[in-house]
């Protein structure tokens, strides 16, 4: 077999490129051939601009030619047997066997020949990649074309136009079969530490941007493109090359950072919004910022980094463009086990199979066709694939347009636009400008890059972002059939796919035309999503208007909207009754009244938000309306009256998309050894290996032979009884092994999960949709997908049916025991106080969103009941005591091993125990090897997320804004099993004070038992649904007393030593420090005046400021909570290895642990090496989590190594010049132990419930964080302008890793607070299943400026190296963007009179800001009774 990932092509004889006169050179590092020619050339996108006419359909060429000779790789030893293969299509129902002979597939990758002699066209590249030719570095994250884990690039080469087109691509909707003549590229492909790596991977790790690393290769794949197309792009390209790439860890900032380092920029921001560069002007009036950002020390030296050689570039495979040049063509068919894919040479041929095949989809990019195969069940068996079809591609501008063929990609139709619009009169590019505004946000670039304008247009999906646009600029849609060609237009009948206007069975769509606009005639595009990128609209817009000449008349009016039915609807009839009417306000209203009538959403519409999308109808009318007075203004000044200036800001646009950030933390300590690496910003351990591709993940790791796999099957419903499971057709399925239900664990189907028994598998009821009733194991992940399927559950729907907390509440569904704290006396202090208010916040709940999902192999040894368990867990001898539990066995018989976690953020323990225990059931039950990968959307159904939240307070205050008492009661939603709530509301309880002394309080808090599945541990735990509660209290109380909440904060806070309310003594003084140096870092009283003038001069763009204190208590309340242990051995050449109880899930607890040893032992980092965290190595480890592993750990290995260096010390006395190799061989030789276990009994901790006192904590963070938002209260939509953070962590052991943890955190609070919510069905099914449909940050939602701040450390405590643990506290400072948004929201409220108290929950998403946003638009929107109808989701 070859391997794609380690060679590359023999140097052609003779390049047949159209650069010929290039010369071929050999890169003695990388040890390949490389084409040394100008970067022009390398660049293919520029093609695209070429216009090209379609050829008529005789003319098509047929061409002969086969990949013959080539030696083919060999199928794996592990692949499925495959199925005798059908030469071609079988004949089936409608369908007569093709006359084709089956292709071989032969394709590139990285630079090696692949030829898949039985390719099947239902294999993805990623499957492909990953299990086939094992290049393991591309990730799976979704499965959807959500997350951009699995980003490679894909070049093709066009004979006709001599270019390549190198485009970023997901591999996991890519069908292998498309590849025919393709090269891709892969992580692994572009550099390795074997042969080097490219500057790309370089600054990617030594700008930190990775921590589990799981999005890296996506990233580094994205970025590659870019430059393989712009070696020196601009920012706008680099923030728009990472828009389809996820991370849920890095915050991505530094990621930004390292992307810069390619930009051709000279430090400027190149936000010259004003006209006036940052380096002029000093960001937001921030005087000095060039300077301070000089002085302080640097997180990565740009010297270092190896320059980009665009020569050095891997080359399009000369092979592949010879085949396309010279190899006669003919079609390919492919013949699959169920699916056959036919990939036509010529237009004649893909009409005649569309004869044939009438039903076969025309799939292009897969990206509409993919995921309803993968996530509806749709099976097609047969594909039509016309991706060589020249006439597809045509580029024709006409008299009378523009006309586009169906097959172009998005992305190339976004550069022709861009390209010809510069190039058109103005008034004849409306419908183009609004394209590309559309363009420019739909989708990522991979995406857009695979999907084509003709799959966009014959999807019509409900969200559509080009439909409208091309329905209302009159655009019509060339069709051909083997009768001929015909024209149609792409209006409401098409849209609604009414007979007479859609496509015929036998029809293709061939090209688009879309007609110039004329003078006097306008198109305007809107949309609002959930993020501004990379999110389906949840209404969106085309609207058109012709005044036929200046009077300003309406003769025709066209608008569209996509997201209120089941496709694009047009409001016709409106439209036809303004016709006629003057361009004026009372059009306008009429408009908006017929408009409201005509697209009636009835409240239990498909996709909810049923008020705020009828909001979002009106309230983009009233844009439009706005948008052409200015225009019509501009064209005849005299005519047109002016827009008032200040609702001319319902125009602006609110994204800016170049950041900035400042970074501020100390230097090392100036006494230190000069190889001392602590306090140094040292690059993440495996930051090299996450850019490359080679850091292992669990799923990562080759098969281990007759390896199974498992799947579950899991409920449907959210409590029903089962009534029976009927296995039978599921277990005839070939290669199912077994499928085990409650029946086989009998006896051991209950583990003791930390405080409460759960169930493994249910046996005869269930308690929640996604609850796991079966476990199907079989010898390949199809089959056992495919089983799943067939397993037959009958249930019998059970009452009551709880599902939110307010239910829980009304039937007292709780979980035992109610948690108290109590302190002072608040009865007596609610009479003296000035004022008493009541409120109450809810807060929904959070996904995790790991980037890699639960995943686990479990090998029996074979002897002695031994078992290995490779699993992605926080928490390794939890996972150990399940199992053994469950098995029954000792636990020094089962081992379980962890090299890294691709993120975990709480999410991989409790629920992580429970499928490896079943998985090990499994593996030990059959004697073989057990594989359990959950899906990304098995992964959010099954295993929960953070709490969500209801808080009731009563707060007494004095007028001056000193609350004196303070009574809350803290409602979660536990979801069916207790799992770790008892304990989050524990925390909650214990951190609810967050950074105020209240004198007098009591807090009470519940845990809710619901129908929904069993919520869990997410960073921050408890803490921020309970500090968002206190500090919308104190939010509240600031309103009433007519203050700032700033100044009620600072009024209330905690001053100096003093207690908390578990009677914990506190030094404050570091808290009231950060808050000072936040105020005067954000400039706070400057920017609060700017704010209000703003305000005051936009009525329909507001802007918020606000800024909040932390106090996050750290520890683990025990003292065995605590304790951690640590190895080490120094080997006789000198090397140290290290292992510890941590785990490794991003943070770099393991780089730390380097700089540990480093410095103990004055050993070179490079000498020391950690492989990885074991039960086997170190027993009885502690979960990873609660931001103290890197704390405890290193006071584990700091013992281990001084215990060390206490025995080695007479050697080192005696040759204190001798090297670590002198030492150790010495203590061998005088038999002295080189290995030293190392152990740190924890934190002394107590906490006394019954008392309501204790010391739970060892330490406080502190810190403050002020953000400024920007809202458009007429769509909600809102943008961070600018963060600013000051955080405590003592003495940073390194900044950049510590940095990283805020920064992270921080954005993933900002996610938690605005934009990510959890849908549910009023049945209790969760909707939100991956990316498409939740929302976690992407890059467009990061602050534009982020400014962080490391206070100064003043004092050395107990910790490591005086050093503070930071995994959690910065999640909660997101708040600061919910608060910012929540000033924003009031200022718009105070202007339009409504002057009584702001309730908002959380995630304050752009349906609350917009509804919050009361106005005219929203008096105007029909609203439906409650209970007149049933909703689609319920708030959960
Ligand atoms: C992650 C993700 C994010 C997305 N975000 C957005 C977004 O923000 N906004 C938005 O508007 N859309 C979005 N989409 C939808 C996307 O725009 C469409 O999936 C895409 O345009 C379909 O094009 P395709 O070439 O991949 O179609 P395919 O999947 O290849 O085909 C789709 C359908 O079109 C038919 N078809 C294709 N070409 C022809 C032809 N020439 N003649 C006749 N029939 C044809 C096929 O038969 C098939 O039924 C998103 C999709 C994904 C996966
Ligand atoms: S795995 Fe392909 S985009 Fe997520
Ligand atoms: S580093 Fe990006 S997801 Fe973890």
Known sequence: MTSPGSAFWRRPARCEHPGAESSWKRNELTERWILVRSSSQLTGLSSLSNPRVARPLGAARRLLGSAAGSPAIPRSPRARPSAPRRPGPGPGPGMAAAPHVAAELLFYVNGRKVIEKNADPETMLLPYLRKKLRLTGTKYGCGGGGCGACTVMISRYNPITKKIRHYPANACLIPICSLYGAAVTTVEGIGNTRTGIHPVQERIAKCHGTQCGFCTPGMVMSMYTLLRNHPEPSLDQLTDALGGNLCRCTGYRPIIDACKTFCNTTGCCQNKENGICCLAQGINELPGFEEESKTHPKLFSEEEFLPLDPTQELIFPPELMMMAEKQPKRTRVFGGERMTWISPVSLVELLEAKVKYPQAPVVMGNTSVGPEVKFKGVFYPVIIAPDRIEELSVVSHEYNGLTLGAGLSLAQVKDILANVIPKLPEEKTQTLRALLKHLGTLAGPQIRSMASLGGHIMSRHLDSDLNPLLAVGNCTLKLLSKDGERQIPLNDQFLKKCSNMDLKPEEILISVNIPYSRKWEFVSAFRQAQRQQNALAIVNSGMRVFFGEGEGIIRELSIYYGGVGPTTICAKNSCQKLIGRPWNESMLDAACRLVLEEVALPGSAPGG????????????????????????????????????????????????????????????????????????????????????????????????????????????????????????????????????????????????????????????????????????????????????????????????????????????????????????????????????????????????????????????????????????????????????????????????????????????????????????FAARKLGRAVRCILERGEDMLITGGRHPYLGRYKVGFMNNGKVLALDVEHYSNGGFSLDESLLVIEMGILKMDNAYKFPNLRCRARVCRTNLPSNTALRGFGFPQVGLITESCITEVAAKCGLSPKKVRTINMYKEIDQTPYKQEIDAKSLIQCWRECVTMSSYSLRKAAVEKFNAENYWKKKGLAIVPLKFPVGLGSLAAGQAAALVHIYLDGSVLVTHGGIEMGQGVHTKMIQVVSRELRIPMANVHLRGTSTETIPNTNVSGGSVVADLNGLAVKDACQTLLKRLEP??????????????????????????????????????????????????????????????????????????????????????????????????????????????????????????????PAICDIPTELHISFLSPSQNSNTLYSSKGLGESGLFLGCSVFFAIHDAVSAARQERGLLGPLKLNSPLTPEKIRMACEDKFTKMIPRDEPGSYIPWNIPI
């Open 1211 to 1336: 050697i080192i006395s005696k040759n204190p010049r001798g090297t670590w190799k002198d030492w150790a061989q010495t203590a061998f030789m005088e038999s002295i132990s080189l290995s030293a276990t190392g152990f740190f009994r924890g934190y002394e901790s107590d906490m006394d419930w019954e008392k309501g006192e204790g010391h739970p904590f060892e330490y406080f963070v502190f810190g403050a964080a002020c953000s400024e938002v920007e809202i458009d209260c007429l769509t909600g939509d809102h943008k961070t302008i600018r963060t600013d953070i000051v955080m405590d962590v003592g003495y940073s052991i390194n900044p950049a890793l510590d940095i990283g943890q805020v920064e992270g955190a921080f954005i993933q609070g900002m996610g938690l607070y605005t934009i990510e919510e959890l849908n549910y069905s009023p049945q209790g099914v969760l909707y939100t299943r991956g990316p498409n449909q939740y929302k976690i």
């Open 609 to 920: 938000r049923v008020e705020f999308k009828r909001t979002l109808l009106i309230s983009f009318l009233f844009k439009f309306y706005l948008e052409v007075s200015q225009i019509l203004k501009r064209m005849d000044p005299v005519h047109y009256p002016s827009l008032e200036d200040k609702y001319e800001s319902a125009l602006e646009e609110l994204h800016s998309r170049h950041h900035w950030s400042i970074l501020k933390f100390q230097d090392a300590d100036p006494r230190q050894l000069p190889q001392d690496p602590v306090g140094h910003p040292i690059m993440h351990l495996s930051g090299i290996k996450h850019a490359t591709g080679e850091a292992i993940y669990c799923d990562d790791m080759p098969a281990v032979d007759q390896e199974l796999f498992l799947t579950f099957v899991t409920s449907s419903r959210a409590h029903a009884k089962i009534v029976s499971i009927d296995l039978s057709e599921a277990l005839s399925l070939p290669g199912v092994v077994d499928i085990m239900t409650a029946e086989h664990l009998e006896g051991v189907n209950n583990l003791s999960l930390l405080t409460e028994h759960e169930t493994l598998l249910a046996k005869d009821e269930v308690f929640c949709v996604g609850q796991l009733v079966c476990a199907v194991i079989a010898d390949s992940e199809v089959q056992a997908k495919k089983a799943a399927k067939r397993v037959k559950i009958i249930y019998k729907d059970m009452e009551p049916l709880i599902l939110t907390i307010e239910e829980a509440i009304q039937h007292k569904s709780f979980f035992e025991p109610e948690r108290k704290l109590e302190y002072g006396n608040v009865d007596e202090a609610f009479k003296v106080v000035d004022q008493i208010l009541e409120g109450e916040i809810y807060m929904g709940g959070q996904e995790h969103f790991y980037m890699e999902t639960q995943s686990m192999l479990v090998v029996p040894k074979g002897e002695d009941q031994e078992m290995d368990i490779y699993v992605s867990t926080q928490f390794p001898k939890y996972i150990q005591d399940m199992v053994t539990s469950t098995l029954k066995a000792p636990a020094n018989k089962v081992m379980c091993h962890v090299r890294r976690v691709g993120g975990a953020f709480g999410g991989k323990v409790t629920k992580t125990s429970v499928l490896a225990a079943i998985t090990a």
